[in-house]
């Protein structure tokens, strides 16, 4: 592949080395990261090249496909996993007074979290299921590819540092209680209720490589696109067409938008909080 950017001859290397880094991951762990926005990956790439000590990405890819488990932790370093609860508080208010009414003619409600990262999200998404008595006829679906992301997310725990933050997200997104109703504290954490896991099931799911599931009322896929290229974030928007129901919701994070309303099907519901229906 012609390198997309390149000045000098050893940054020409680089460049080469970093495509045949991402074929070697892919043939040997089927992990396809190929289709990712190439910036940002590049970057996350070199980063872990660092941490690692090691000379050059030919060498990095050496190490990677001799030792699986070093692959684990490099999965977890290349995907970014930054979050919150109730993280762009405005979109989980449109949520809360304007998608959960529809829910609820629902007899039951299927919800997909997908790019679920540490959790914060299926949480902040449970807590209004819960304040709005629909939880208990919910069944929700939290994936991601990365598997210490998924753990942290089955775990619920968080540092308390950001507690104010949450706490206020939570207010401006309409809460009724407080957010301290549904965690406990100590020791500099906060960990969320266990009632709150009841519903959720979480498992291991790769957006660009595995199936899709069907009949979704919801699809929550936000702040994932941003990571890929133009034709895997098409290819990924096609699929979660598939995964929805009829009048199914897809919410996507707040600078991702799609490029045209009517593209997969989907028309304009909250566009200003990324919220289309199908
Ligand atoms: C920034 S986090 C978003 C977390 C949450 N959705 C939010 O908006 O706060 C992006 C997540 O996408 C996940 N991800 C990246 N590539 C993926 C893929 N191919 N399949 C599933 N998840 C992926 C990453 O592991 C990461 O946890």
Known sequence: MAPDVAHTPQEEVEEIEFHLLLEAIFSRYGYDLRGYAPASLRRRVLAVLAKSGLGNLGELQHR????????????????????????????FRVFRERVVPVLRTYPLVK?????????????????????????????????????????????????????????????????????????????GRIALKEP???????????????????EMHVVFCRNVLIYFGHDLKSRVLAKLARSLCPGGFLCLGSSERLARPGEWGFTEFAADVSIYRR
């Not at 001799?66 to 996993?81: C, G, K, N, R």
């Not at 709150?196 to 069907?214: E, M, T, Y």
């Open 196 to 214: 709150l896991r009841k519903n959720v099931l979480f498992f291991q799911h790769d957006l660009v490589s595995d199936q899709v599931f069907g």
């Open 64 to 91: 990677l496909l001799s030792d699986p488990s070093l692959f684990a932790d490099v999965l977890d370093d290349l995907t970014v996993h930054v979050s919150e609860l109730f993280r762009d508080p405005g979109f």
């Open 111 to 187: 919800i997909w979290h997908c790019g679920c990262g540490t959790g914060e999200e299926v949480y902040s998404s449970a807590i209004v299921l819960s304040e709005t008595s629909l939880y208990e006829r919910t069944q929700i679906y939290a994936t991601d590819v990365s598997p210490g992301a998924l753990d942290a997310a089955r775990e619920g725990v968080y540092s308390t540092e950001q507690v104010e933050t949450f706490a206020e997200n939570y207010a401006r997104a309409g809460g009724v209680g407080k957010l301290s109703d549904y965690c406990t504290d100590g020791y």
